[in-house]
């Protein structure tokens, strides 16, 4: 199933998402819905909770009082924290019930205001950020919940603000418009991005390669990196393997086809099958079928090889390498990309090489520049700026 986290700030209208999105066949999981549910009366949690805060914070039928709750832990750190040793474990559990519950072609969206604030954008395939302007969301507070000016202005300080919460998102749908719009933006995401999305990952199917374009350079392609790489480590734990961000759109001011090129580690090539593809292809990489090898440097010297994995997001590219850690061509794939860094001249020739391939094979993912001699030129160059500068992957 697809696993999409849902947030925005309040009266973001996350909320109208949320309806729009069960309406085109969701399975939907309210987190404050699961919160309020493992600590109804009669349950442990509630208990759990009356025990270390005492009866204060019920009410006068024996629920939870969370407005008297939050008077005791709102500026008691340490009560706080045992609070939430109590209840976020709780949720978790509820949530994981509900999530095994659907079916296996679910699309299921978590709606969790705080999702940002607590660190779980890197356990979805998918962070669907609400965005609408501050102004908007006072107006909305007074006119919808009666909340005086305020009382909402702390509560939307109290939580994450909009640049965080863009930091954490894949799609940011802004709401600043009407209902009928944001359903418009709704349904096109349903169609363009999460259904194909669902299917691919069910099928285990890598997007397929579109025609080659160089994009101008884009100053969020280490954001997205970071996004993806925090998905691959929560996907691969316990294991701490290295991660890093190569190829074009890891070097700064380059232009670029539009694919993420990320580097897994692994001690050896055995370790890149069984659990660990299985575990990539869940989290939304799966393996793209075949053998595959780096063109080795300098040419003729064996073939040096890898695993290779794609994406599931359909508007997403991403090349994943899997490599035995401190391999040549590990090694190479960090080396390309820190002197690139380092040498504005050849990040010139590079990236006339790349126009003048790709204006010559604009069908081929790649575009054949592996083989060009220029690579075996500046790997010599590369290695003697290595020796030169003490550089080291």
């Excluded at 009266?11 to 919160?35: F, M, N, P, T, Y």
């Excluded at 997205?224 to 925090?230: I, T």
């Excluded at 998905?231 to 961000?245: E, F, G, M, S, V």
Aim: glycine share 6%.
């Amino acid at each position: 199933m697809l696993r999409v986290g849902l947030t925005g700030g309040i009266g973001s209208g996350k909320s109208a998402v949320a309806a729009r999105l069960v309406e085109q066949g969701a399975v939907l999981i309210d987190a404050d819905q699961v919160a309020r549910e493992v600590v109804a009366p009669g349950t442990e949690g509630l208990a759990e909770i009356v025990a270390a805060f005492s009866e204060q914070v019920l009410d006068s039928d024996g629920a939870l009082d969370r407005a008297a709750l939050g008077a005791v832990v709102f500026a008691d750190e340490t009560a706080r924290r045992r609070l939430e040793a109590i209840t976020h474990p709780r949720v978790r559990a509820r949530t994981a019930e509900l999530a095994a519950a659907a079916a296996p072609d679910a699309i299921v969206v978590n709606d969790v205001p705080l999702l940002v604030e607590v660190g779980l954008a890197p356990t979805y395939h998918l962070v669907v950020v609400v965005q609408t302007a501050v102004s908007t969301r006072l107006e909305r507070l007074a006119r919808d919940r009666g909340m005086d000016r305020a009382e909402a202005e702390r509560r939307i300080a109290a939580q994450a603000d909009d640049a965080r919460r863009r930091a954490a998102a894949d799609v940011v749908l802004t709401n600043d418009g009407s209902l009928a719009a944001l359903h418009e933006a709704v349904d096109e995401l349903w169609r363009q991005r999460l259904s194909p999305y669902e299917h691919n990952l069910r099928e285990r199917r890598v997007v397929p390669p579109h025609r080659v374009d160089l994009a101008e350079t884009d100053p969020s392609w280490p954001r997205q990196y970071g996004r993806l790489a925090a998905r691959i480590r929560h996907a691969l734990a316990p294991a701490d393997l290295r991660i890093d961000h190569i190829g074009a759109t890891a070097v700064p001011g380059l232009a670029a086809e539009d694919v993420i090129d990320v580097q897994v580690a692994v001690p050896n090539l055995a370790d890149a099958d069984g659990v660990l593809a299985d575990r990539l292809a869940n989290a939304g990489f799966p393996r793209v079928p075949g053998q595959w090898w780096d063109d080795p440097r300098p040419a003729g010297s064996g073939r040096w090889e890898k695993r290779l994995h794609g994406s599931a997001d359909p508007a997403r590219p991403v090349r994943l390498h899997v490599r035995a850690a401190d391999s040549p061509g590990w090694r190479y794939a960090l080396l390309m990309r820190d002197h690139l860094c380092a040498d504005p001249d050849q990040r010139a020739a590079y990236l006339l090489l790349k126009r003048e391939l790709v204006d010559a094979a604009p069908e081929v993912s790649g575009a054949g520049t592996a083989r060009d001699p220029w690579f075996d030129e500046e790997y010599l160059r590369a290695e003697q700026w290595a020796a030169q500068t003490g550089w080291t992957p």
